[in-house]
């Protein structure tokens, strides 16, 4: 039985960029482990930067107060714009389409999106041996014009207009989520307007 209170919330989302009547049937961010390693990349700079101010403390006992000082700025800042950028980062799956935010910077969010008629297939995988055991992994939605009549083009893994999500977790799931979507678009368009929203939990708990 389908749940249309959980549908109705989500055609609550807006983003930029959404067209007018356009349904977001879901929305997902990356898993929270890529926040989890900025965090670590940023004590690392701040312990480091501390470690090399310590070190000119036989020029002066004042740059042990400077080290303090910037590692803690470094520390505070670097912490305050990883929540930022992975505040930015999210993919909304749409009635229409496909379309993944993702922050360069603090100040600008770039985005790519790609029409469900322009989709000609999608491919998972895990970066390393324990992200796959985390369940946690990339999901690649090509275009069709990646794979054309060049064969150069044919051997591209990822093409200029394909869309890459990353660090999802349950990515497998995600990526047979977007092939029955796909397979709904073309061949059920009663049932695609159906479809649950994608939800990052193991079967049985996703609903």
């Known amino acids: 039985m389908i749940n249309f209170d959980v549908m109705e919330e989500y055609t609550k989302f807006l983003f930029s ?7 977001v049937i879901s929305t997902i961010k990356p898993h929270k482990i ?3 390693f900025g965090y ?3 004590v690392s700079v701040s312990v480091l930067s501390l470690i090399c101010f310590i ?4 020029i002066s006992n004042i740059f042990v107060f ?8 470094v520390l505070i800042g670097g912490i305050l714009i990883c929540n930022s950028l992975f505040s930015k980062k999210i993919i909304y799956i749409t009635d229409r389409r496909i379309i ?7 100040f600008v969010v ?11 297939k999608v491919k998972t995988f ?11 992994g990339n999901v690649i939605v090509h275009s069709k014009t990646t794979i054309s009549g060049d064969n150069t083009l044919k051997q591209v893994l990822i093409g200029n207009d394909d869309i890459i999500l990353k660090n999802i977790y349950f990515y497998r799931d995600l990526g047979n989520y977007i092939d029955k979507i796909l397979y709904l678009y073309s061949n059920d368009k009663s049932g695609f307007q159906t479809v649950k929203p994608f939800v990052g939990k193991k079967f049985g708990q996703r609903y």
């Open 17 to 23: 960029g959404q067209q007018e009547g356009e349904r």
């Open 126 to 136: 895990a970066t390393n041996f324990v992200f796959r055991m985390m369940n946690v």
């Open 40 to 42: 670590i990349k940023v």
């Open 100 to 106: 993944r935010f993702d922050p360069s910077n603090i």
């Open 34 to 36: 890529t926040l989890i």
């Open 66 to 73: 400077i080290g303090i000082l910037i590692s803690i700025l």
């Open 55 to 58: 070190f000119l403390r036989n």
């Open 110 to 120: 770039n985005s790519r999106s790609l029409t469900w008629e322009n989709v000609l």
